[in-house]
């Protein structure tokens, strides 16, 4: 069966290819900014994950399952999405600083033609050790804080931040792979 994997993200490609090594990527249009956070993370990253995977799976008519995920940073009850510039990027990693965030991410996952839906989410709590004014400058004038919810890549040069975590290591990264492969088998047995 064709998998299709509804993002640009290439930490998503690499996350995916470790289930399967036979998918494509079509990039989804969907506007994230058209659905309002209503104070219910789960249901937020589900509704922002099923949102770009239906963008894809309407319009594919033969057999198929299309993958949506969505990754945000949450912060005393407050969404942390990507920084806008670089100012913004350092006012993030302050306030994580020495303090414990979570990282939610929703999964979506349609088969095709019958569009058939099932979503979960993963929750992961993330604890920041204290950092210096210098090592946050630093960090930023790498640019990789840029594209990533709430500042920084679990996966990266922000991975000595991480003091403590408690969940799925993947889903920080943007992809919790077991659940995902739940939800794949799911479909693929029916």
Known sequence: MNIILASSSPR???LLSRITQNFDVKISDFDENSINFQGDFGGYVKELSYNKAMDIAKNISEEALV?????IVSLDHK?????????EA??????LSGRTHEVY????VIKTPEL??????????I????????????????????????????????GVFVEEIH???YNVVGLPLNKLKKLIDTLTLK
């Open 116 to 125: 058939t839906t099932l979503s979960d989410f993963a929750m992961t709590s």
């Open 79 to 87: 969404v942390l999405g990507k920084p806008s510039d670089e100012e």
């Open 90 to 95: 350092i006012n993030m990693i302050k306030a």
């Open 127 to 158: 604890k920041f050790s204290q950092l210096s004014d210098e090592e946050i400058l630093n960090y930023v004038k790498t640019k990789e804080p840029l594209d990533k919810a709430g500042a920084y890549g679990i996966q990266g040069l922000a």
């Open 105 to 108: 991410s929703g999964i979506t």
């Open 12 to 14: 998503r490609r690499e």
């Open 67 to 71: 993958i949506g995920a969505d990754t």
């Open 167 to 169: 969940g799925c290591y």
